[in-house]
Each structure stands twice: as structure tokens, then as C-alpha cells.
């Protein structure tokens, strides 16, 4: 059981160049997150998605856009790179029980330059 | 809009003091509150979840305490040890399917 895994750990792109951040969870949950962390903002909801197939926008999305094909999968693209754009990239799971949400589980991670 | 601000900012304790963490939310109409820690570089790990029916939760030398109606949650520490030390994240979800996180506690204990 790998739980949350993220692809890759480091990239750094040119400005106005594009990429896809891979997620991908084994826990078979139906709530899936990207959120961006930079020092002084704290961590921030970039997309979520309540199911395959489901997308919506969070806190920041302009510049991002993601899909989720496959249960287990979800990806994050930047179409033109900014620097605006370097941060560190998590990505999250979680379900939900009855009437409650249950805990969100996290990647390790990916940190993107851009330069 | 909900807020959430944890103090303090940095701690730094000896070895094997407890220790209390506090985090503060200003809408009270939310669905449950979760602890993690953040090592250095790396992701988030969770500690504890408390639903919003709940009044605390434990793990360990860890305790969790919620207080919806003042909006306040302390994450208690006993008999701190050196690899306790990290950044402590706490962040409450609401009615939207997001997390709101507090800027964190970075906790150093000393050997």
C-alpha cells in the first residue's frame, strides 16, 4: 500500500514552457487535491475532484488545469509556465464515511522552478 | 471567510516537556479539524482528525482537543522528544470540499 504517490519529486521548466504533475493513490478514495505551499501563504487549493470523470476549481486555479480519467489518477498541467508558478505541489486523498469526511492523506510532494 | 492562526509561530523546548500547540478558527460551522506534521522538505503527515462531534481525539503521546463554539483546538504533546521536532499544521474543512491550513508551529525540541 503505497498510499499517495507524485510524479515527479523536482522539475525545473522555462518560462512559457508545459508539464503535467502525476498523482496517484491506492486507497481507492473518491476525493482527490492539489494545493500549492509557499512560505508565507501557507498551503492553498488549487483543483479538487469529488470523483472520476469530476473536476472543480479551489482557491487558485488561474494557470492550472487537471483531470481525472481514472479513479486513482489526477493530474495537474501547466499549459505556459510562470515563475509566478514555483512552489511546492501536493497532492491529496480522502473519503468519506456516512456523514463524515474523513481524514486528507498527502504526497511527498513536488517542487517546481521556474525560471 | 474562515481564518485559521496558530500560535505560536516557533517553539522551542527541552526534552521531555509537554507541550500545548494552539490553533484558533474563526467560523465555528465546520466539519472536522486535523493535525499534521511537516518534516523539512518534506509532505504532510496526519496526526489526528477530530470530527466536529467530537471533543478530542488521541494518539500516543498525542492529544487533540476541539472546542467548536470558541473555535479553538489544542494539539497536546507528553514527554516531548528531539524527533518531535517539526512543523505543526492545523487545518479545519468546512462546508466547501477544501482544507483551510494555519501558517504552522515549527517546534524544536532540545536534547
Known amino acids: 500500500n503505497a498510499g499517495v504517490t507524485q510524479t515527479p519529486k523536482f522539475r525545473v521548466l522555462k518560462t512559457g514552457q508545459s508539464m503535467t504533475l502525476l498523482c496517484a493513490q491506492d486507497m481507492n478514495h473518491e476525493y482527490m487535491y492539489w494545493y500549492r505551499q509557499d512560505p508565507g501563504m501557507g498551503l492553498r487549493l488549487i483543483h479538487y475532484?469529488?470523483?472520476?470523470?469530476?473536476?472543480a476549481k479551489g482557491e487558485v486555479p488561474d494557470g492550472y488545469n487537471v483531470s481525472r480519467l481514472k479513479k486513482q489518477n489526477f493530474l495537474l498541467g501547466l499549459e505556459s509556465a510562470a515563475p509566478s508558478q514555483t512552489s511546492v505541489y501536493f497532492c491529496a486523498s480522502s473519503y468519506r464515511t456516512g456523514g463524515n469526511y474523513n481524514e486528507q492523506f498527502f504526497g511527498p510532494g513536488t517542487r517546481l522552478t521556474v525560471l | 471567510k474562515q481564518e485559521v492562526t496558530q500560535i505560536p509561530a516557533a517553539l522551542s523546548v527541552p526534552e521531555g516537556e509537554n507541550l500545548v500547540l494552539n490553533c484558533s478558527f474563526t467560523d465555528s460551522a465546520i466539519y472536522n479539524l486535523q493535525w499534521f506534521r511537516q518534516d523539512p522538505g518534506k509532505g504532510l503527515t496526519s496526526l489526528l482528525l477530530i470530527q466536529s462531534s467530537q471533543r478530542e481525539q488521541t494518539s500516543g503521546r498525542l492529544n487533540a482537543s476541539l472546542d467548536k463554539s470558541s473555535g479553538r483546538s489544542t494539539l497536546y504533546i507528553a514527554a516531548s522528544q528531539p524527533g518531535d521536532s517539526a512543523t505543526y499544521l492545523c487545518a479545519v474543512r468546512g462546508s466547501s470540499y477544501k482544507l483551510i491550513f494555519g501558517s504552522g508551529t515549527r517546534l524544536l525540541v532540545r536534547p
Open positions: 475532484s469529488v470523483g472520476e470523470g469530476t473536476t
